[in-house]
C-alpha cells in the first residue's frame, strides 16, 4: 500500500504559475505509475497527465497539453505538477494517484489516491 499527501495548491490570478507536489510513503514508490485527476464542482473526476514509473513518457488531457508539466523524483517519492498559465476552467480539486498498473487515463486503474489539494484561478 501507498499513501499519498498532495500539496501546493492555492488560489491565483489567470496566467499565473503553481506547482503541485505529491508526496508517497509506504510501498516503493518507484513500483507505481502515477497520474494526476482533477474534480471540479458538479464535474465528474477528470484525467489530467500520468508519468511512466521510472519516468521518461507522460500523457496529458488536451485541455493542458502544453501548459502543464507532470514529473516525478523517485529518490524523493514525490511527484510534481507544473502548471503554467493558469485558466479559470483550471478550478478544481487535485488529486494524485497511483497505479500498479501502467501509466493510463482512467481512474480506475488507479489504486492508491490522495485527498487532493485546492487550486483556484480567477479572471
Known amino acids: 500500500q501507498v499513501q499519498l499527501v498532495e500539496s501546493g495548491g492555492g488560489s491565483v490570478q489567470a496566467g499565473d504559475s503553481l506547482r503541485l507536489s505529491c508526496e508517497a510513503s509506504g510501498r516503493t514508490f518507484s513500483s507505481y505509475a502515477m497520474g494526476w485527476f482533477r474534480q471540479a464542482p458538479g464535474k465528474e473526476r477528470e484525467f489530467v497527465a500520468a508519468?511512466?514509473?521510472?519516468?521518461?513518457?507522460?500523457y496529458y488531457a488536451d485541455s493542458v497539453k502544453g501548459r502543464f508539466t507532470i514529473s516525478r523524483d523517485n529518490a524523493k517519492n514525490t511527484l510534481y505538477l507544473q502548471m503554467n498559465s493558469l485558466k479559470p476552467e483550471d478550478t478544481a480539486v487535485y488529486h494524485c494517484a497511483a497505479s500498479p498498473l501502467g501509466p493510463s487515463t482512467q481512474s480506475g486503474t488507479y489504486h492508491y489516491w490522495g485527498q487532493g489539494t485546492q487550486v483556484t484561478v480567477s479572471s
Open positions: 508519468i511512466r514509473r521510472i519516468g521518461g513518457t507522460t
